[in-house]
């Protein structure tokens, strides 16, 4: 059986399906934070599914267990800002703790999902590989990197952990995103008929469909141990890195009666890289099948099938801190985000 930790979130939920469809047994192990959060009802159900937060898992989880994708976390940089402490407490130190009892359990394939975010502002112009200069902006990316270090000294030869650096994730799912830069503009077009860019346009951001996304971390589940032993992987395409003044273009491309609006607000820590996905292609054979223009196409019909509307988007409801202050307002979650 497969662990699928975040099963019931924005990649979770597409990881259940693939999963099953290739024919695992998949258990789930999610806080059920975004219970509240589905665009549209998929059957995206594991076999068994634990309610739980991820900094309370115990070695009984475990049983029957013989792999673990971790996909749980406070999942982009301004959720991680909200409270850096808990940042670190769920992103690294409770990813390390399941490790640790993966490893004392002896499951040896143990998928952690990490982010090329870590690279964050690049000294220069060139794709980054998976030996690039780390340096990491924000809280998420900060942890990332720590769960990173500590994974990378647990491994053995019992325990093999394999670091996904991650491409910015775009594409459908039941538990829709629409604070992911494809998404977003995606959906700022299809609903108000503008593309609105805060920075220059010049930053570069790496891309991966969700499915994508997702048979790349089953090529590692089924790859050879010599393989992928204690490696570390970007997960993306070559051609698949976008300035995103291009990726609104393409948008509009799709959509003419569009506008792209460069608004030039550049951030303090605005974060722009190109990354080298040279690795993943030749050492295990992961090419991407989705293009950018099929992606957004796919979005734009989900949006219209399922009734995308402008209330959705400005409400904050497929925006993951928008879902957590208003559990927080509700008093739905105590301020170290547990279930009240």
């Not at 980054?128 to 270090?149: C, D, F, M, W």
């Amino acid at each position: 059986m497969i662990l699928v930790t975040g099963n019931r979130g924005y990649i979770g939920t597409v990881m259940t399906k693939m999963l099953k469809t290739a024919s695992y047994e998949v258990m789930g192990l999610d806080s059920d934070w975004y219970r509240d959060n589905h665009f549209y009802i998929d059957d995206a159900n594991p076999n068994k599914q634990i309610i739980k937060d991820i900094r309370n898992v115990t070695s009984e989880d475990l049983d029957g267990v013989k792999g673990v994708i971790h996909l749980a976390a406070l999942s982009n940089d301004p959720l991680g800002e909200v409270n850096p402490y808990l940042t670190e407490q769920i992103n690294t130190d409770a990813a390390i703790k399941l490790a640790s009892l993966c490893k004392k359990r002896r499951i040896g394939r143990f998928i952690f999902a990490s982010s090329c975010s870590i690279y964050g502002v690049a000294t220069n112009d060139l794709p980054i590989s998976e030996e690039g200069h780390l340096n990491p902006q924000t809280s998420y990316a900060k942890a990332k990197v720590n769960a990173e270090r500590q994974l990378k000294a647990l491994a053995d030869d019992h325990f093999h952990p394999v670091i996904m650096r991650n491409a910015t994730v775009y594409g459908s799912s039941p538990k829709l995103r629409l604070d992911l830069v494809v998404n977003n503009l995606a959906a700022s077009a299809y609903l108000t008929g503008k593309i609105a860019v805060m920075s220059d346009g010049s930053p570069w951001r790496p891309l991966i469909h969700i499915e994508d996304f997702c048979q790349a971390f089953m090529i590692v589940l089924e790859a050879p141990q010599e393989k992928i032993y204690a490696e570390i992987f970007n997960v993306g395409s070559n051609e698949d890195n976008y300035q995103i003044r291009d990726l609104a273009l393409q948008i509009q491309n799709i959509m003419p009666h569009t506008k792209v609006e460069i608004l030039n607000k550049m951030q303090s820590d605005e974060r722009t890289y190109r990354v080298d996905f040279s690795k993943i292609k030749e050492n295990i054979g992961f090419k991407s099948k989705w293009n950018l223009k099929e992606g957004i196409l796919e979005l734009l019909n989900t949006f219209k099938e399922n009734d995308l509307t402008l209330h959705d988007f400005t409400s904050g409801k497929y925006f993951r801190i928008g879902a957590i202050q208003s559990h927080l307002k509700e008093k739905r979650m105590n301020q170290e985000l547990f279930w009240l």
